[in-house]
């Protein structure tokens, strides 16, 4: 069995060389200024231990890589009902699509897809003034990283609220369909600010971790959704994960992840490890160019892909 320590270390250093860094995200204006030099990474492996290298100490927007929670807590809110209001097939579109939208009747494809999460988001709303559906979400993910200085970043939030116009034409379009049950307004700020949520490689791979044993922390043994609950997110992970790249990730990685245009990655390898990465820059797909390298190169030396070795 390869040392995870040196291999996380070497990868790190690969990375850092590297000059096909892709291109940093510009259309949240905000984003535009992270500097793509950047790469972190960290495992929090099944025995609570946790081995972190580059930047990964550094917090960065998560952005889309919270769809996987928010799908967690919609689902712990309404069970099952959550996919009466969205699917939970892959979309072979790019991340902020509006055409199946039509087609479909204003039922999104998937959690995952900007539309479906914007669903999700008005799920976890109802019954709450925006404040609470937002405290809710953050102290959700403070409470999976043990770590109560994670924090929304306002002026990431405020950037996205002033240019967001496609996810306004989508939550209109959506709510045209009576899919969306709260003001547009107000389902969209909860989006916003949940994607803005900051956070390092190290938090955010201490949060996936009950994905990656059962629903249960590995530390305490607390569950936090029931196996059978935990293995469906990780399908629709590995299967939606990452938009029209989803099919290349599972191909090249292996595992369920999710992705976000801040450059974050979150990698599942059931039984073994919650993985977090970041680099900034992205992918035609507007998923990490540099993140999915690494863990291509981490599954492939540790034979964790759920496909074999
Ligand atoms: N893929 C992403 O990370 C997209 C999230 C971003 N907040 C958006 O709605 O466009």
């Not at 479909?104 to 609470?132: K, Y």
Request: one cysteine or more; charged letters at 20%.
């Amino acid at each position: 069995m390869p040392d995870l320590e040196s291999v996380v270390r070497d990868i790190a250093e690969e990375m850092r060389e590297r000059s096909d860094r892709g291109d940093v995200a510009t259309y949240i204006p905000e984003l535009a200024s992270v500097s793509p030099a950047a790469f972190g990474i960290a495992v929090a492996g099944a025995d609570g231990e946790m081995v972190a290298a580059g930047d990964c100490d550094m917090p960065f927007s998560i952005q889309s890589i919270s769809k996987a929670f928010t799908l967690t807590l919609a689902l712990g809110k309404v069970g099952d009902r959550v996919w009466r209001r969205v699917g939970r097939e892959p979309s072979g579109s790019p991340f902020n699509s509006i055409v199946q939208l039509e087609a479909e009747h204003g039922i999104p494809r998937n959690p995952f897809i900007n539309a479906g999460a914007i669903a999700v988001t008005d799920i976890i709303l109802s019954g709450h003034q925006p404040r609470e559906a937002l405290g809710e979400i953050l102290r959700f993910m403070q409470f999976l990283a043990e770590d109560n200085s994670i924090f929304i970043d306002e002026a990431v939030a405020a950037s996205e609220q002033r240019t967001g116009f496609r996810n306004r034409a989508l939550a209109n379009y959506m709510k045209s369909f009576d899919v969306l049950e709260n003001p547009v307004d107000y389902t969209l700020g909860v989006y916003f600010h949940h994607c803005a949520i900051a956070m390092s490689c190290r938090q955010l791979a201490m949060a996936g971790r009950f994905l990656a044993h059962n629903g249960r922390n590995p530390a305490t043994g607390l569950s936090v959704v029931s196996a059978e609950r935990a293995r469906r997110i990780n399908a629709v992970m590995l299967t939606c994960g990452h938009y029209d790249g989803s099919g290349e990730f599972a191909y090249r990685v292996g595992l369920p992840g999710k992705s976000g245009v801040g450059g974050g990655i979150l990698a599942i390898a059931p039984g073994k490890a919650s993985i977090a990465v970041w680099s900034p820059g992205l992918d035609a797909s507007g998923n990490s160019h540099l993140g999915r390298i690494a863990l291509e190169a981490l599954t492939q030396r540790m034979g964790w892909s759920v496909f074999g070795v």
